[in-house]
């Protein structure tokens, strides 16, 4: 992992604090970037996130296709001079030869975080054998945390919020639950959740009072 490529980061300055935060939404695809199909990646982080999250936060949408030069610099992009503390993408963490997002994040990474593909391919693992398959990764890039999800909206869903039994309750956790804190660690900005969709994790001593409504 090295950021060589690119020069050195420009993160941006922690003390400027931005009104929202601003989340990077990346839908890579050779086949919707150039408008053959509609891009369903892009709503579903959308509609989850809306869902999901308190904290008031601003999109910064990008649909790419799957050349590894351009999901390196939009990522790069996102980050270093668009200020987003979390990036998350959808497409291409395969293993055809085209799905090049893996490869991508990884040389734009300052560290990895393999803990979240691995609970992806876990929560995937329950309604398909060929999750194995998935080079899904997670990284940090300065202050911010970069995804890789998959690409239709329900896979989205799961990934995300994890697995409930018919009355509601947990039963294999979300990626999700994990974001804030790591967010809070590497110095970004503090994330709220609605409980009843994704719960967040903090320990005590890293929580705060909620935000007045």
Known sequence: MSNSTSGPSQHPDPGAKPATVRIGLVS???????????????PGLEQWL??????????????IPDERATIEATLIDLVDREGCSLVLTTGGTGPAPRDVT???TLAVADREMPGF????????LNFVP?????????VIRGRA??????????????????????????TVHGIFAAVPYCIDLIGGPYLETRDEICKAFRPKSAQRPPAAG
Do not use: H
């Open 28 to 42: 890579i695809s050779d086949r919707a970037s150039a408008g053959v199909y509609e891009d369903k990646g892009i």
């Open 50 to 63: 809306s869902r999901a999250l308190l904290t008031p936060w601003t999109p910064v949408v990008r649909l």
């Open 102 to 104: 893996p490869d991508a």
């Open 117 to 124: 593909g691995e609970q992806m391919r876990q929560i995937s």
């Open 130 to 138: 060929t999750a194995i398959l998935s080079r899904q990764v997670a």
């Open 145 to 170: 945390l970069i995804v890789n999800l998959p690409g239709q909206p329900k896979s989205i869903t799961e990934t995300l919020e994890g697995l409930k039994d018919a009355g509601g309750k947990q």
